[in-house]
């Protein structure tokens, strides 16, 4: 596998060939995977490919049937599920949610509310936020422990378009602002483009890993994805090439999108 | 009425409150209602093995509980699908254990429906150190449980143990279940539980207001409806049931009304 990480970077989580057995299917067949500072992985795979019980094991939260997940020593991790269902019949505001069993401070939270853009949703009711509000929410609440690395599951997928646009906007600008690693499942490719130093394909294995550009022209890729995405791929980096100097010309699509 | 009744309906509501809050968040009613049901099961198991009847209900409760969340691991039946077999298989099993054991259809109906009969002063004292307990292991694991109730992945990757969380959960319903059995019956038992917080859900704003809330309106549906079974020479559950269901129209009436009223 590439690894596109300088060799300086600290190793924040290493897997070493997982493999995950399920009612005697293969989930998870041989999958190696390291994180290092400052990464920006974005993880696609089509539905059913494991990529939720990847990211589970990296989370070290299930144990696989062979292979190991390493963290590095005070490893701290944020992570955002794919959704979570808020039961009406819970009274909470979003406020006591993000202090919940940790000890944010008023100050840090004002703050970080100011990042994701909650602060008017603090006294609401967690309950009656809608999509884009709640994921907004569930990612300040990832922030609070000031993460290593942050893990996200198809953070935007009950979004809209627009809202797609400003959670991966804003996505992009904690990761500009802050020390922190990202793995974010997303098929969202194309939005996450900019930002993305690599992509790791997973169909159970690991099809495909690199720069976008060289996996959109990887035939493995092509295969599971398709010409389409391939080249919308393929096509993108050429109109922001050379992005990694962010002045400011990097916000195309929150102007776009407000 | 004597003061150890009085104290322990207290107890009981104190707990019930809490405890209440978690069973309507995490859909656990049903869950409530096969543990009250096997506990005639271990009414049966203590007689036949010379144990109290609250020791054999929590020792049957705890087993109930384990089999259920073995049996939902397999992943072969939905949860419901499983309660509806196990509660039913413990109920019939202990209804005819009790009838060859020689129980009256008193005995039957009094753990049914409740009944003071049965409550001694060392009885109560039992069942409001059980309450007791339940309510400071309640109050320690609450963040925790909130957390859990949010989101159970969140909370898992946060570092709290699911798994020990929802069998700490099942445990205290188990205890608190056993506790109230004699005074508010097996068929009942749940309403205590989810109706006053249902009501307090309908005043409250926070987690914690739901809670207190559920505790004062269990005592309040306690100590009106107690002395009313007493003093009509009816089964107190069913008459601790309607008093506190009055009390859910009430605030439900109440608070449209507030609200068509408001400007």
Redesign the interface.
Known sequence: MTDLSPPSSERLVTASNLSVIRQKRAILDDVSLNITERDFITLIGPNGAGKTVFLRHL?K?DSPNSGSVTHRADLK?G?V?QR?D??P?????VN??LT??NTLADAELEQLANVTKIQHLLDT??SSLSGGELQRV?LT?ALT?KPDLLILDEPAQNLDVNGQLQFYTLIEEIYESRNIAILMVSHDLHLVMSSTRKVVCLYHHICCSGAPESVARDPEFISIFGNDMAKLMAVYPHTHAHDHDHDHGHGHDAEDAS | MNTHIILTALALALVAGPLGCFVVWRRMAYFGDGLAHSALLGVAVGLVIGISHQIGMMVIAVVFALLLIWLRSKRVLATDTLLGILAHAALSLGVVAMALLGAGEVELHDYLLGSLDQLTPELAAWVIGGAGLSLGLLLRLWPGLILMTTSEELAHAEGVSIMRYEFALMVLMGVVVAAAIQMVGILLITSLLIIPASTARLLARTPEQMAVGGSLIASLAMLIGLPSAQSFDLATGPMIVCVSVALFIIVLVGRLVLRSTAP
């Open positions: 989370l939260l991790i992570y599920p979570v808020i039961d019949g819970l009274p909470i505001s006591r949610f919940l069993n009711p967690l569930l609440r422990n």
